[in-house]
């Protein structure tokens, strides 16, 4: 399991998740969702500078966590 202070679930948008990142002492967050429940995909991020996630940036991610499940399914349904 993955400590909170690294991994956890955006409340606003469900099944999507926040990564954090430490590199030099700035700190990035990183937006992803899991995908059958093994594969964690990685979408956008961004450095964070407050505890406020700026909301474009969680419009964003969960446009793209959409995009990816539709294109997913599309796929699926050609095969």
């Known amino acids: 399991m993955v400590p909170a202070k690294f991994l956890k679930p955006i409340t606003s ?3 999507l998740y926040e990564i ?3 590199e030099g002492g700035n700190i990035f ?3 992803c969702c899991f995908d059958e429940g093994k ?3 990685l979408f956008n991020g961004i450095q964070k500078k407050s505890q406020k996630t700026p909301k474009e940036a969680l419009d964003k991610a969960e446009a793209l966590m959409k995009k990816y499940f539709e294109l997913k399914m599309e796929q699926k349904n050609e095969k």
Do not use: G, M, T
Request: proline share 0%; no cysteine; hydrophobic share 65%.
């Open 13 to 15: 948008v469900k099944d």
């Open 20 to 22: 954090r990142v430490e």
């Open 29 to 31: 967050w990183v937006f």
């Open 39 to 41: 594969l964690i995909i």
